[in-house]
């Protein structure tokens, strides 16, 4: 990988020193799914018939036990199932995990609770088990209301399924994210807002939009479908964005819209380089502590995993983030911000000083790219639009 021109001033390599510990969130995943979609690049695997739901739950518990000597006496302010397809799980199986989890770490009150939940695995009675089990945030992945699009999806509902799968679960939660996506294969621009027009209709508290993207590995991109060209794509982008901020929610992260105070608390950690421990078959970790952070993940398989766990070693990799890379790291996730981050946030969460990056902010500002005064930093509507190119900006950090 290239990097830019201007280098970054020459930063210490001595170990960070972070004066407190950021945020810290819990991530659960549930590798299962019913079918494996082809533009899916997420670990999930297809249960072909039953899978071993209680098993699993056991090695969840049991990994989170490991892992407590790593997070001693740290508050957690979030928690996600994540997959695959949590909603597979049984609601005395997500009862059972966070019943655990309660005795097991200190929890905040009010704490954001998601479950992830594909419409063609709804029943009502399992949402009012997650509901009771205390889950308080449902992310239920939409996609499409078009039953043509879902089909070039490779989706296991149809338009009408997924209507009623967001009224049982409106019975059950108030905090609601659907999951969309746009530019898919023969979609038109007006085919693409009559999605976003539907979910409206259901006035959900937020929203997630995301462009239909070829990620390696997956069977889209060994066979790419024919796709929308990048100016309709943009036009539908343009198009929506208008279209949620015209019924009143904010566009706070290039993918994420929100009624006021309904934004994802668990993915503006992410975004806000916070911390999270990762528990399931191949989940990731980020964990800071006084003097380094480390980034771990567990076994992919869920086999693998399960075996592992059972000799107390679900760890496949861990590493040091090197005090080089932190600024990268931590860019990559603030910048997707719409409103940017307070600059002190910067050496909070990397414990580097601003100035180590004052070349690269330099050269982003004067792109165009980025704003910033003594308060705040934020990428422009350009930034925002080509991301990728700010970004590359800053790649110049974890190279050298």
């Known amino acids: 990988m290239t990097t830019h021109p201007l280098q970054p001033i020459a930063l210490k390599s001595q170990a960070v020193n972070f ?68 909603s597979l799980l049984s609601g ?23 479950l992830e939940a594909n419409p063609g695995t709804v029943e009502a009675a399992r949402f009012a088990a997650y509901r009771e089990a205390g889950v308080n945030r449902l992310s239920m992945g939409i996609q499409s209301f078009n039953d043509a699009h879902l089909q070039a999806l490779g989706r ?8 009623r799968a967001i009224a049982i679960a409106q019975q059950h939660f108030d905090n609601l994210n659907l999951d969309l996506m746009y530019a898919l294969p023969k979609q038109t621009l007006e085919q693409a807002l009559q999605d976003v027009q539907t979910a409206l209709s259901f006035a959900p508290q937020h929203l997630s939009c995301y462009h239909l993207t070829l990620e390696p590995n997956t069977l889209f991109y060994r066979n790419p479908p024919s796709l929308p060209d990048d100016d309709a794509s ?18 706070y992260e290039t993918s994420a819209f929100a009624q006021p105070k309904r934004r994802a608390k668990h993915n503006l950690n992410y975004w806000q380089f916070g ?26 398989q869920p086999q693998a995993y399960m075996q592992q766990v059972a ?24 910048l997707r911000l719409n409103e940017g981050f307070d600059s002190v ?15 690269e902010l ?21 930034g925002q639009r080509f991301l990728n190119d700010l970004l590359e900006i800053f790649i110049a950090i974890r190279d050298t």
């Open 156 to 163: 296991i509902h149809s338009a009408d399924e997924a209507k």
């Open 275 to 300: 911390d999270y421990l990762g528990i399931g078959a191949g989940a990731h970790s980020k964990l800071s502590f006084p003097d380094k952070v480390i980034r771990q993940a567990r076994y992919k």
């Open 19 to 86: 004066q407190a510990l950021p945020p810290l969130s819990l991530y659960i995943h549930i590798p299962w799914c019913v079918r494996k979609c082809p533009y899916c690049d997420f670990n999930s695997h297809e249960a072909r018939g039953a899978f071993p739901e209680q098993q699993y739950v056991a090695a969840l518990i049991r990994d989170l036990e490991l892992a407590l000597p790593l997070i001693w006496g740290r508050k957690v302010y979030t928690v996600f199932f994540g997959g695959g397809t949590p």
């Open 345 to 359: 946030l910067f050496q909070e969460r990397t414990s580097l000083p601003l100035l180590s990056i004052r070349r």
């Open 362 to 382: 330099e050269e982003a500002e004067r792109r165009g790219l980025l704003v910033r005064d003594h308060q705040r930093i934020a990428p422009t509507q350009l």
């Open 92 to 114: 005395e199986s997500v009862e059972q995990i966070l019943r655990q989890v309660r005795m097991l770490l200190p929890l905040d009150i009010g704490a954001e609770i998601t």
């Open 311 to 334: 000799k107390d070693a679900p760890i496949q990799t861990e590493h040091e983030v090197s005090r080089d890379e932190l600024g990268f790291e931590f860019m990559m996730n603030a």
């Open 234 to 251: 943009s036009d539908m982008q343009q198009g929506i964005e208008e279209l949620l901020a015209a019924a009143g929610y904010q566009h």
